[in-house]
């Protein structure tokens, strides 16, 4: 500025020095120029002024702009720092929860499988428990069927127990009937299975009488044991049936003479005949009418060959006039045995079987053997 004044003022002082010499020349005339000029650095002096001013203001202001921009630059560069650390805080939150839900993801997802584990296992117990209850209903079942199966069969068989205990009892009596027919005593040939124990020596095993209670209360038992014995007697009936000539001795024979008083054949008086005369063909066979035991087979005189068979209780069968004798003294026989043949040997007056049967030593009527059974007889004809 100080230059430019100076500057200014050589100038003016050039200026002046030709202004001085001119102004010999146009005083006048330059004096009115000096005085514009003077103006026009006046008014650029202002000029420059106001430009000084003006650029020293506008300096100002743009400092003041450009210190403010600063400042705002600043404050945005600190506010962005702490948005970047926010979103910084912001992302590690949200990792920190993307961490805790995945934590509680997996939990969820163990705790899902362990509580699945555990209802499968609950199904489980469920179904053994299911089945065990099945077994045992199963099995309380097959126990009733059992009981029900095992009472039928009880009834039934006590019904069976009672039809052959009333069977053999018919039995029983119907054999004791043909016994009691013959005359013989059925008590006599078969004893009580009560009454042997008590004859002669006495002994056995040793049973409780409380025993024989508990017994006697199974129904089936006792009625078990009623029918053992009446089985035990039947079969010593049956052999007693086996034993007894109840049936004739000839087959196709026919009775010519019965038991007791007659007319004698031979002198015509009256006397007693002890047996039957049976009438058969010459050369019949002569058959064991029951098993015994041959206790002679000889000559003995009006009789001729004779043979007598034991069958015991008693019981002795005599068959007289045979021609010929198949067995001896000491042989045992079967029932329907040959024992001989039909012949006319000894005091006869014809061909025919002479058949006695004693009884204790004592001659009785065969006719009560051969009608004890009510069948008709076969191959009996009574004349
Ligand atoms: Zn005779």
Known sequence: MRLFRRKAGWLVGGLCCVALVASLVAVGYFHRALERTESE??????????????????????????????????????????????????????????????????????????????????????????????DRVQAIQERDEATAMR??????????????DAETRATIADIEKIIVATGLEPSR??????????????????????????????????????LTQQLEKLKALRDVMVRLPLVAPVTHAILSDGFGYRRDPVNGGGARHEGLDLRAVRDSAVIAPAAGTVVAAGWDGAFGNLIQIDHGFGVVSRYAHLSRMLVRKGDVVARNEQIGVVGATGRATGVHLHYEIWVDGQPRDPMRFLTAVSRPVVGFVHQ
């Not at 056995?204 to 006697?216: E, H």
């Open 189 to 226: 040939v078969v004893p009580e299975p009560n009454r042997i124990r008590r004859v002669g020596a006495r002994g056995g095993p040793y049973i409780p009488w409380k025993a024989q209670v508990a017994l006697a209360e199974h129904s089936e038992s006792s009625q078990l044991q009623t």
């Open 151 to 164: 009472d039928a069969t009880l009834i039934e068989t006590r019904k069976v127990l009672r039809q052959l």
């Open 41 to 134: 650095i006046a008014t650029l002096r202002s000029e420059a002024t106001r430009l000084a001013q003006m650029h020293a203001g506008r300096s100002a202001q743009d400092r003041a702009l450009l210190e403010q921009v600063g400042r705002e630059l600043a404050q945005s560069s600190v506010e962005r720092e702490a948005a970047t650390a926010d979103i910084e805080a912001q992302a590690q939150i949200v990792a920190a929860q993307e961490a805790r839900i995945e934590q509680l993801e997996a939990e969820r997802d163990t705790a899902v499988q362990y509580a699945a584990e555990q209802v499968r296992r609950a199904v489980d117990r469920r179904a053994m428990l299911e089945n065990a209850v099945n």
